[in-house]
């Protein structure tokens, strides 16, 4: 029988769900998805350009297990730009550090429910208008 797989560590989720290709209509595009984990890798390799080794400390797991999730996910991105499908940032093996809320009106991404305000040109007003990430 196999080990379960030890939660992956994210610290900052992404700001969006997903993008599509400029110029085309969403109904003909089949998307490619990107687990929250891919999406950690690439932010802390290309974004924040720590080494694989650092990166793999902070996400909580081995260097060989990153480089895994990080060839997945510079496969799937590679993936959608030659084919022209869309990129849905969602589900994988993930524990947030913090607690992160979504509004469900305008998208904008929240850090602890005491960080809640109305943002412009948001009709969202209490708790019941969040979404809880993980």
């Not at 890798?41 to 797991?61: D, F, G, K």
């Not at 297990?65 to 869309?86: D, H, M």
């Not at 849905?88 to 509004?103: A, F, P, S, T, V």
């Amino acid at each position: 029988m196999a080990r379960p797989h030890k939660s992956r560590k994210i610290s900052n989720p992404p700001k969006m769900k997903g993008f599509k290709p400029y110029g085309m209509p969403m109904c003909k595009i089949e998307p490619v998805i990107l687990k929250y984990e891919e999406y950690e890798s690439i932010r802390l390799v290309n974004y924040n350009n720590l080494p694989q080794e650092q990166a793999a400390e902070q996400m909580n797991v081995s260097r060989p297990t990153f480089t895994r999730i990080y060839n997945k996910a510079l496969k799937q991105i590679a993936k959608s730009f030659v084919e022209g499908k869309a990129i849905e940032i969602e589900g994988g093996n993930y524990q947030l550090d913090k607690d992160w809320y979504r509004c469900k009106k305008c998208y904008k991404l929240i850090e602890g429910l005491e960080n809640h305000s109305k943002c412009k040109g948001c009709t969202a007003y209490g708790e019941n208008e969040l979404l809880k990430l993980n």
